[in-house]
């Protein structure tokens, strides 16, 4: 069975920077295209950014390119999203996804397994 579990979540104020990170349990990892969503109350959940498996090649919604960085390490079974200069609009529940394939998407129906997620508040 595949877990995902997410920590890093917190409250900050506008500027500041976070880490979110999503441990991968009961799978092959190295196998996995990561990702992160995120989902504010009442709104879908987003695609931010996603990395490809292998040499994990970065892919970014328009929003946080350049703010946000998705890594991984996979001796550790583990993605991070760094976040810096971070707004109020980032305000939301994150969570991690993993998709059994090489190919990223935008979308979250492409993935297979998720995590819980792990609430990030920006304050102004």
């Known amino acids: 069975q595949v877990q995902l579990v997410e920590s890093g979540g917190g409250l900050v104020q506008a500027g500041d920077s976070l880490r979110v990170s999503c441990t991968v349990s009961?799978?092959?990892?190295?196998?996995?295209?990561m990702a992160w969503f995120r989902q504010a109350p009442g709104k879908e959940r987003d695609f931010v950014a996603a990395?490809?498996?292998?040499?994990?090649?970065?892919y970014y919604q328009n929003s946080v390119k350049g703010r946000f960085t998705i890594s991984r390490d996979n001796a550790k079974n583990t993605v991070y999203l760094q976040m810096n200069s971070l707004k109020p609009e980032d305000t939301a529940v994150y969570y991690c996804?993993?998709?059994?394939?090489?190919?990223?998407?935008?979308?979250?129906?492409?993935?297979?397994?998720w995590g819980q997620g792990t609430q990030v508040t920006v304050s102004s």
């Open positions: 996804a993993a998709r059994d394939s090489n190919y990223y998407s935008a979308g979250p129906n492409d993935y297979d397994y």
């Open positions: 990395i490809k498996r292998g040499v994990g090649f970065p």
């Open positions: 009961g799978g092959t990892f190295s196998t996995y295209t």
